[in-house]
Structure formats: C-alpha cells, structure tokens
C-alpha cells in the first residue's frame, strides 16, 4: 500500500499473521494464473477515495474477473469496457431514481473521487474463476476498512446490496450512520425489489440532512 491517510489507520493489520499469508497466496496465484485487478489497481479505491472525504461506501463482493475489467472499484470498469449486466441495473435504477441517464462508459472514478468509497469485500480475484480469493484473509482486511468508517465522527450512508453485503451490518454503528440496502443488482436478483429501491435519492437525503454536500451521480461522458 503507498502512503495514504488510510495509512496509519490500517497499518497494524499489515503486522498480523493473516496479512503475510494473503500476499503469499495472491504471489503464487499470480505467478501460475492470471490474476485481476493488475497488482497497481488492488487499493484503488483506497487511493482514490480518502479516509477524511469518505460520505458514502459502496460495498462490493469480488473484482469482475473477465479481461481488463477490474481496477480496484466496485462495479465499476475501465474506460472502453462495456458495462456488465449488474451495473446496467444499476444505471437504470439512477435513470429511474434521478432521471440521470446512463453514461456511455462504465467507470466510477467521478464517484470515487466524490467520497463515495467503492470497496469489494475480497480485492483479488483469478481471471474467469468468481470467488476464487474469498476466505484467503482479504475480508478480515476489509472488515477492517468498514469498522474505521463506521468510527468516522461525520455520518456516512453505507450501501449494502444484496445478502453477502447485508451481513456486514453488524460492523456498522447504526445509531449515526444510515444503512441503504436492498437486493443485489445482478439480473438474478435485481427484479426482487433493487428496481424502485431509490438508493441515489436516499443517500443525497441522509447527506443533506447531515449538513454533508450532496453526491452529484451523472457520470461525466468519456471520449
């Protein structure tokens, strides 16, 4: 990890046991398959969204593991990569939700660089292998990264969306922060009630009603 101000608040992990043997496991796994994000992109999101400027997190499961999708956000791809289905619904529901047409990209950086922390539980994953570096140690580090924006003295809207998601709940102090949930917005479960579930109005509400500036969600065009 280069030098952030999540540094110091998640240095200690970088000590403990679990945290050698993870780097061991993602080093083996690189070196005999391939391995997605690129080792530069794992901490992404930790770059890109600052502990201070933190308003919002976004909680994730795996990287997409298909070619040159993954760069350390969730659900979010690289510029020239068409959106996957789960982020289509998720465009849609911002259509639906702010009258915020899709953009003709799937990146999130515009997000991410708002306060809009868009972390995955697990940050590696083996290229077309979903899951494959779950219970390796990478979700003990991003307990970690959820606990520490829970102790943020400013409010914050955590999205948890779907089950695996929801369980994170327990982490989160739920007396100053607001929890959106709602079900995951794969196309297996997106007609389940993530279509109508207003997630984008509903953080903007919380924010303005916590005296924190709201998140413009129009994604700016690329190219």
């Known amino acids: 990890m280069t030098t952030t101000d999540w540094n110091p608040i998640l240095r200690s992990e970088l000590a403990k046991p679990y945290w050698s043997e993870l780097q061991q496991f993602v080093h083996a796994e690189r070196s005999a398959h391939e391995v997605f994000p690129p080792h530069d992109d794992v901490f992404a999101a ?12 976004l909680l994730g499961q795996d990287p997409y593991h298909g ?9 979010s791809v690289r510029p020239g990569v068409p959106p ?26 515009h997000w ?5 922390l868009l972390l995955n539980t697990t940050l590696t994953v083996r290229s077309g292998s979903a899951g494959s570096h779950q219970g390796k140690g990478w979700e003990t580090f991003t307990d970690e990264v959820i606990k520490a924006v829970s102790a943020k003295d ?10 695996a998601a929801g369980k994170k709940e327990d982490l989160i102090d739920t007396d100053r922060h607001a929890i959106v949930q709602a079900p995951h ?28 500036a709201p998140i413009d969600w129009a994604l700016p065009a690329i190219g």
């Open 46 to 57: 930790l770059h890109l969204t600052p502990f201070a400027s933190v308003k919002v997190l």
């Open 67 to 75: 070619p040159g999708q993954a760069h350390g956000l969730c659900f």
């Open 84 to 109: 996957p289905p789960s982020l289509r619904n998720v465009y849609a529901e911002l259509e639906s939700d702010l009258g915020i047409e899709a953009p003709n990209h799937g990146h999130l950086t």
């Open 112 to 116: 991410a660089e708002q306060g809009v």
């Open 154 to 163: 400013e409010p914050v809207a955590f999205v948890l969306w779907g089950a």
């Open 185 to 212: 917005p794969s196309p297996l479960s997106a007609h389940r009630g993530f279509f109508g579930s207003r997630p984008f109005s509903t953080i903007n509400a919380f924010l303005d009603d916590a005296g924190r």
